[in-house]
């Protein structure tokens, strides 16, 4: 797909003024210099994360310890959603460049079947991130600060010493129910049941959430889940400081404790997972609608009349930048 | 108004056309890619399920496989799917050079100065 490229030009005409030396138009090295910057600016802000998680003395979460979850399902997957939306940001770009393909045959209606579904894949990796943004922001049952140091005996017998301020995960249906109760400890009252604790949510339809198990380092190394009595013990050690999800200043929960993300201690993973998928999810938004800007180009059949497809190959430029950089994301916050 | 620069554009983009044939034989690489990116992605998620962090050479030993994946990835998308490769080699190094130029330093700086300010997350979280 090189077109002009590859024409065997002196070197005399080719810096002999009155052609492009990079024999490509004046549009296609603008959007070239244009992702040059802008790569350097994802630079910038990976290299920004690099810093702040070398600096970290709190264990910094495992991306695919977080991101564990998959939409309608229960139980965990860690990283097969994230891998469908990186697939999905992969199959996209496949059949962008196949547009510019059918472009450069001037297949009219190639372009445009290729074009429309590239369109549909990010429109999907969007509603993706969406919910992976939705289901990060709610967390999956929050924790609490022991209040106190506690020893424990962990599920292969050996003995753990739990400092006060640590954290102890719940799971997501308890933990959503407590969520409540903090906001109204009148109507949900607690009632513990030998090895166990119920919360029951009264009202017309009352309902009861159990919690049967609960787990410490669950983002981190050497996640355990602790059950039974030793659960008990880690229950009643329990200080008032809780955290549920990564909630945004100003908007929902906001605890009050000492940590207001159930990540970390460091706000940093939820501020830097935030910016820069967010700045990704930016560029994919408007990779969306420039492709379908010309999408309806190629409907109203300019691209006819110029007798050239150009304009794919500069969005499709665009379009695979931003796969480019997904990779790059997917490799710092979800595997490393 | 009347744009003076599409004359010249207009005959590039012209020029970059093919048959049938030769879209044939660019389709074939296109999914040629297409299969390399797909196994090279299921390598690292298996990678990423299969192997928990730690503080063991294994683990760094992974780490590095991740960025060379990766680096693989994205010469790929970038030479492949957004032809960089069949451009001149005058426009490929006005590209490319700046990231060996400003990024490798970049990587080491940040990474250094990180380690020096081991701890600052506790004094401004």
Request: negative net charge; glycine residues 10%; aromatic residues 14%.
């Amino acid at each position: 797909m090189s077109g002009e490229a590859k024409a065997a030009i002196s070197k005399e005409v080719l810096w002999g003024g009155g052609r492009s030396p990079f024999s490509v138009s004046y549009g296609k090295m603008m959007m070239w210099y244009f992702l040059v910057s802008d790569a350097l600016t994802f630079g910038g802000l990976l290299i920004a994360y690099a810093f702040w998680r070398a600096s970290s003395v709190d264990p910094w979460p495992i991306g695919e310890q977080v991101f564990r979850s998959m939409p309608g399902l229960e139980g965990e997957f860690p990283l097969a959603y994230v891998a469908l939306m990186t697939f999905i940001l992969i199959v996209s770009s496949v059949t962008m460049v196949l547009a510019v393909e059918a472009g450069h045959r001037n297949d009219r209606s190639g372009v445009l079947k290729w074009m429309g579904l590239t369109v549909v894949g990010g429109l999907i990796f969007l509603g993706s991130q969406a919910w992976e943004w939705s289901h990060f922001i709610h967390g999956s049952g929050g924790c609490f600060n022991l209040a106190k140091e506690v020893s424990i005996t962990n599920p292969d017998g050996e003995s753990m010493t739990l400092l006060a301020g640590q954290r102890v995960y719940m799971d997501h249906h308890f933990g959503h129910l407590m969520e409540m109760h903090l906001n109204d400890p009148v109507s949900v009252p607690m009632t513990q049941d030998g090895g166990h604790v119920v919360l029951t949510e009264l009202g017309e339809h009352p309902h009861e959430a159990h919690l049967h198990a609960l787990r410490v380092n669950k983002y981190i190394e050497n996640e355990t889940i602790v059950e039974g009595d030793e659960m008990m013990k880690l229950w009643n050690a329990r200080s008032e400081n809780f955290a549920f999800g990564a909630p945004i200043p100003g908007l929902g929960a906001d605890w009050g404790g000492i940590n207001h993300s159930e990540y970390a201690t460091q706000q940093g993973f939820s501020n830097f997972f935030f910016f820069i998928t967010g700045f990704h999810g930016f560029h994919v938004f408007s990779g969306v609608v420039i492709n379908l800007v010309v999408f309806l180009m190629v409907l109203n059949r300019v691209m006819e009349r110029r007798k050239h497809y150009e304009m794919v190959e500069k969005v499709g430029l665009y379009w695979h930048f931003v796969d480019l950089v997904w990779v790059f994301v997917f490799t710092f916050f979800y595997l490393i | 108004m009347e744009r003076d620069d599409l004359i010249v554009n207009d005959s590039y983009a012209l020029n970059a056309h093919h048959s049938e044939e030769e879209g044939v034989a660019i389709r074939k690489k296109i999914y040629m890619v297409t299969a390399i990116l797909s196994v090279i992605t299921a390598i690292e998620v298996g990678m990423g399920v299969m192997f928990k962090r730690s503080e063991t050479f294994t683990w760094t030993a992974i780490k590095w496989t991740f960025i060379v994946l990766t680096l693989f990835k994205a010469g790929y998308i970038v030479m492949s799917f957004m032809h960089l490769g069949d451009e001149r080699k005058n426009l490929r190094n006005a590209v490319i050079l700046p990231y060996f130029v400003f990024i490798l330093y970049l990587i080491f700086i940040a990474i250094t100065e990180g380690l020096a300010h081991y701890g600052m997350d506790l004094k401004f979280h």
